[in-house]
């Protein structure tokens, strides 16, 4: 069993900044590749970032290419999504994720086997 912990997020003006992270519990955390998802009111689930299990190969969604950077640190256990020039747009409940031994369909959420509970980011205009 894996718990996936979420922080960081918060309200911003546009142009901004916000790093999240996410703390797994769970021993074997290279085992894992990582994503993060949001999710906008009355939206799908939608892929942000993921990043495969030593980190070499990282992934994004169109809309935030350029923007935001997804790294991890398997010696503490964390994945970070480091967000720049921030949007009203990107407003949503982010959501880590882990899928164990990794997927090539890294982009679909229902490759993933472990969720957070989502942390909130607000990107005022």
């Known amino acids: 069993q894996v718990q996936l912990v979420e922080s960081g997020g918060g309200l911003v003006q546009a142009g901004g900044s916000l790093r999240l992270s996410c703390a797994a519990s769970?021993?074997?955390?290279?085992?894992?590749?990582m994503a993060w998802f949001r999710q906008a009111p009355g939206k799908e689930r939608d892929f942000v970032a993921a990043i495969n299990w030593s980190g070499a190969n990282s992934y994004y969604g169109d809309s935030v290419k350029g923007r935001f950077i997804i790294s991890r640190d398997n010696g503490k256990n964390t994945v970070d999504l480091r967000m720049n020039s921030l949007k009203p747009e990107d407003t949503a409940v982010y959501y880590c994720?882990?899928?164990?031994?990794?997927?090539?369909?890294?982009?679909?959420?229902?490759?993933?086997?472990?969720w957070g509970q989502g942390t909130q980011v607000t990107v005022s205009s």
């Open positions: 769970v021993r074997t955390f290279v085992h894992y590749a």
């Open positions: 994720a882990a899928v164990f031994g990794g997927t090539t369909r890294y982009y679909q959420s229902n490759e993933y086997d472990y």
